[in-house]
């Protein structure tokens, strides 16, 4: 308090040091500033008062003459409309920006897509007769494991993502943000998954778990080769593989029977593992092709 | 009077601003070699010093320009020799997030998103560079009205003509007030006097940031750089002031500059000879 008072007075016999430390601590503190203001204020009527009675005073009376604060509150006077014509900032965020944060805005579309599919899957199955060959097997079932791989890949590849270079450039890029696509991913499909899979009476587990090894393989795979093609491959092999025998054959095959669940499992876990162990790949440009 | 009736006041300087820098030049490559695609080296064998200035890289087409600028934004690893980035040692498997967040990027294709305002696009930006999310508003705003689309900055961006889509690029590209800022031909799309200002600011940042701007358009270089680099098949072809470019060009050089007539000296090589592209 005296330091502030002897600083808005002038003092010249304040040292050089103290004058630093005070000029320091007033940034940061806004106590000391209303106390500094408040002291400007008080010496400054007692100046006036003072002014009133004597009628020559020397400037270097009281450091801080009357016309010194008459010029800082012009300036003031003068500044105040233009910082109320000034439009503060907007404080609203429409949700396309928030939602950006865990999507880009190119995915939506892709999702809406990935949910129609689920729902026309469960019309079939529902219907049931509606598909020829179809018999006994649950088209959701089917489905489910590339579903959410069509998603990460349309969150993550350059011919769907405008701003993918700006995005790899980036310090939150890599195995983080990866992973927050990939959850936001996820939450969209697999609630609509689950719905479907309680209309058709499929275990949980039994398209839960090929859906995730599903989704690691991807990045497991798109850390390598670009998650984009990591996706167009394993959707290919899958149709090749798993959904044309089926089809064919009329009967769910080994692979989604509740049988063939440690399998998934294992391939989920080492999914994940290759993830975590090629983290840096996903901040470089490889991944996105 | 309102003296400290303001919500925040910004410090002088912060204990960062006068810490002494651990490193002699911004940007140091020795020996660098980078990969464009599978085969090719697109930078091969550079031997680079870069400190605080406007650094116009200038070179031919298929130089290997666009490929250095990746390199130095850290989104292409280099294939072998050394790369420093303010001291950090850059390759390997690093996220190297530290260094990504003093470091701005303009690539040669700005990719945007359309329905964004420049407003969201520049927060989201900054955002995604982790600047501070209490300093976010502040700092877009600034990036925002230093390229002079502080009217425009609540239009959409697919609003928006190609030149003021360039400014925003420019403006994503400081928001993080970056020590080593890398514009890959920030001048394509503007018109001259967007152009003209576009100089002063490169001039203005330049004073206390390592700016490298690729160019193909040797006057930009003239006006606006402190140091030119000219690159030709992925190595150092000659680094100077422009003055100096100037005057290893003589009259029986082509070009219609000092300039141009230096640049097409010092690229005649023997695989360049004249009327071939």
């Known amino acids: ?289 | 009077m309102t003296i400290g009736k303001d919500h925040h006041m910004m410090p002088a300087f912060s204990a960062a601003d006068i810490a002494p820098t651990p490193y002699a030049w911004e940007i140091r490559a020795a020996g660098l070699k980078v990969r464009a695609g599978r085969k090719r080296m697109a930078v091969d064998g550079l031997d680079l010093s870069l400190g605080t200035g406007v650094h116009g890289l200038l070179g031919p087409n298929g130089a290997g320009k666009t490929t250095l600028i990746r390199a130095l934004a850290t989104v292409l690893r280099p294939a072998e020799g050394t790369l420093e980035l303010l001291g950090e040692s850059v390759g390997g498997r690093g996220e190297h997030r530290a260094l990504r967040r003093r470091i701005g990027y303009l690539p040669q294709e700005f990719g945007y998103y359309k329905r964004f305002t420049v407003r969201e696009f520049v927060e989201y930006m900054a955002w995604l560079k982790e600047v501070p999310k209490a300093d976010i508003p502040a700092a877009v705003q600034r990036a925002v009205e230093r390229v002079g689309l502080a009217d425009r900055a609540d239009e959409r961006m697919k609003a928006l003509s190609g030149g003021m889509v360039r400014r925003v690029g420019i403006a994503q590209a400081i928001v993080n007030d970056p020590t080593i800022l890398l514009l890959d031909e920030p001048t394509v799309g503007l018109d001259p006097a967007q152009r003209l200002r576009f100089r002063e600011l490169l001039l203005e940042l330049g004073t206390d940031t390592c700016v490298v701007v690729s160019t193909h358009l040797v006057e930009d270089v003239a006006a606006a750089c402190t140091d030119v680099v000219l690159f030709a098949e992925g190595r150092l072809v000659f680094q100077g002031t422009p003055d100096e470019l100037a005057a290893a060009g003589g009259p029986e050089h082509v070009g219609d500059s000092p300039l141009e007539r230096g640049y097409s000296a010092l690229l005649k090589g023997p695989e360049q000879g004249r009327g071939t592209w």
């Open chain 1, 1 to 289: 308090m005296r330091m502030i008072d002897g600083y808005a007075r002038g003092d010249t016999d304040m040292a050089t040091d103290e004058v630093w430390a005070l000029e320091a601590h007033l940034e940061g503190c806004r106590v000391c500033r209303d106390r500094l203001s408040a002291a400007v204020m008080a010496q400054a009527t007692a100046a006036a008062a003072q002014a009133s009675g004597v009628a020559v005073r020397g400037p270097d009376d009281t450091g801080w003459g009357p016309d010194v604060t008459a010029l800082v509150d012009t300036v003031w006077s003068g500044l105040e409309p233009q910082l109320a014509a000034i439009v503060p900032t907007p404080r609203r965020r429409r949700w396309t920006a928030r939602l950006s944060r865990w999507l880009t805005p190119t995915v939506v579309p892709w999702l809406a897509m990935v949910a129609s599919v689920t729902l026309l899957a469960l019309l079939l199955d529902l219907v049931d007769t509606g598909y020829p060959g179809s018999g006994e097997v649950s088209l959701v079932l089917l489905l489910a494991p590339v579903l959410p791989v069509l998603g990460v890949a349309a969150s993550w590849s350059r011919g769907l993502d405008p701003a993918y270079e700006l995005t790899a450039s980036a310090p939150r890029a890599g195995l983080y943000l990866v992973l927050r696509r990939t959850a936001s991913v996820l939450v969209v499909v697999v609630p609509v998954l689950s719905v479907s899979g309680w209309a058709t009476g499929v275990t949980a587990a039994q398209w839960l778990l090929p859906c995730l090894a599903f989704t690691s393989a991807t990045l497991a795979l798109g850390g390598v080769v670009g998650v984009h093609r990591a996706a167009v491959a394993l959707v290919t092999v899958w149709a090749g593989v798993i959904v044309a025998p089926t089809l064919a054959t009329s009967r769910t095959t080994f692979a989604l029977q509740t049988d063939g669940l440690p399998a998934w499992g294992l391939i989920l876990a080492l999914g994940i593992g290759v993830v975590i162990a090629r983290r840096g790949a996903y901040s470089v440009l490889g991944a996105h092709r």
